[in-house]
């Protein structure tokens, strides 16, 4: 079975910096998301991408977090300065349709690890 | 804010019981899907019910989605230790998909 491809698999970085998480979505999807799940928490929304755009987003998406699709392939999450809180293990996810029904596929995601 | 509520949050049993996870909404989902999770992965779809009081079986796991749309169980029967993991019903709103709260069970031979 195809799968979404996430990297890395871990990311340790200090509060303020930059990261980027990578997915490599399964290629004939055209639905993209972005989930976390903090420890023994549940896994929350953070954004949905369709047609080069931002779908939805929840309010744990401010102004810290970007997505890109940068090159037809690559569904990227940025978090520009990243704080203590946003330590959690990112899930990317695609579909072919979208919610509504459709299986969403999951990556096996990142565990950010902010110090 | 659209609220799945599990229960139990966690379940430990010997193989062989029976057992049921509960998925509690006071908002209808126009569909419910149900995941398992295992450590240091991503959640793995296990069923997606649609219409109201449809009952979907697989294998040894029964799905039941509530007639209003509210809710949804998961039944096993003769849990097995493969079953150990996080079960996590989703319910669809448009764009995403809103996760319950986690069921973990943990079934010892």
């Known amino acids: 079975e195809p799968e979404v491809t996430q990297t890395p698999s871990h990311q340790v970085t200090q509060m303020g910096q930059e990261v980027i998480l990578r997915c490599v979505p399964i290629?004939?999807?055209?639905?993209f998301y972005w989930y976390r799940q903090i420890l023994g928490q549940k896994v929350e929304f953070l954004v949905s991408f369709y047609n080069n755009e931002i779908s939805e987003k929840s309010e744990i998406f401010d102004d810290q977090f970007s997505v890109e699709r940068p090159d037809g392939s690559n569904f990227t999450l940025k978090i520009r300065s990243t704080k203590l809180e946003d330590s959690a293990m990112y899930f990317c996810?695609?579909?072919?349709f979208g919610t509504g029904g459709e299986k969403l596929f999951f990556g096996s995601g990142t565990q950010l690890s902010v110090l | 804010t659209q609220l799945l509520e599990q229960s139990p949050q966690f379940l430990s049993i010997q193989e062989g019981e029976n057992l049921t996870v509960y998925c509690n909404s006071s908002?209808?989902?126009?569909?419910l899907q149900w995941y398992r999770q295992e450590p240091g992965e991503g959640p793995v779809l296990l069923v997606t019910v649609v219409t109201g009081g449809e009952v979907k079986k697989l294998k040894r796991l029964t799905f039941q989605f509530g007639d209003a749309r509210k809710d949804s169980s998961l039944h096993i029967t003769a849990a097995q230790p493969g079953d150990t993991g996080l079960y996590l019903c989703a319910g669809d709103d448009t764009d995403k998909l809103i996760f319950g709260t986690g069921t973990r069970l943990q079934v010892f031979p």
């Open positions: 290629s004939n999807h055209l639905y």
């Open positions: 996810a695609s579909s072919v």
């Open positions: 908002s209808v989902f126009s569909s």
